[in-house]
């Protein structure tokens, strides 16, 4: 695949995490990059997500202050820090990419269709 996704796991309510993922493609070095999840019988959710140039990022109103987007200095890589994790935020987490480079439109006003997904990976928070 085109995106490749880390670093979930089990965590104690309360812990952290740090999700990475990596786009093959050097070209997504100029395309936002971001996170959405999907619990267990929900719609999958807008988390998080950084600009081309790393320089703006914003997030869902559940994780603001406990989590934090950042892009590698290859800006092909995006990382997420999850702090301060909560059972509610078990969930699948799927990396995106913007098709379009360039683009300041926010990742989470795009079509899925816009975007490129990679294949998930569990973050499961026991209480």
């Known amino acids: 695949g085109q995106l490749q996704a880390s670093g979930g796991g089990v965590v104690q309510a309360g812990g952290s995490l740090r999700l990475s993922c990596t786009a093959s493609a050097r070209t997504f070095s100029t395309s936002g990059m971001g996170w959405f999840r999907q619990a267990p019988g929900k719609e999958r959710e807008f988390v998080a997500a950084a600009s081309w140039s790393g320089g703006t990022t914003h997030y869902a109103t559940s994780v603001q202050g406990r989590f934090a987007i950042s892009r590698g200095n290859a800006k092909n890589t995006v990382y997420l820090q999850m702090n301060s994790l909560k059972p509610e935020d078990t969930a699948v987490y799927y990396c995106?990419?913007?098709?379009?480079?360039?683009?300041?439109?926010?990742?989470?006003?795009?079509?899925?269709?816009?975007?490129?997904w990679g294949q998930g990976t569990l973050v499961t928070v026991s209480s």
């Open positions: 995106v990419v913007d098709k379009r480079p360039f683009s300041d439109q926010p990742i989470d006003d795009m079509e899925p269709s816009r975007l490129y």
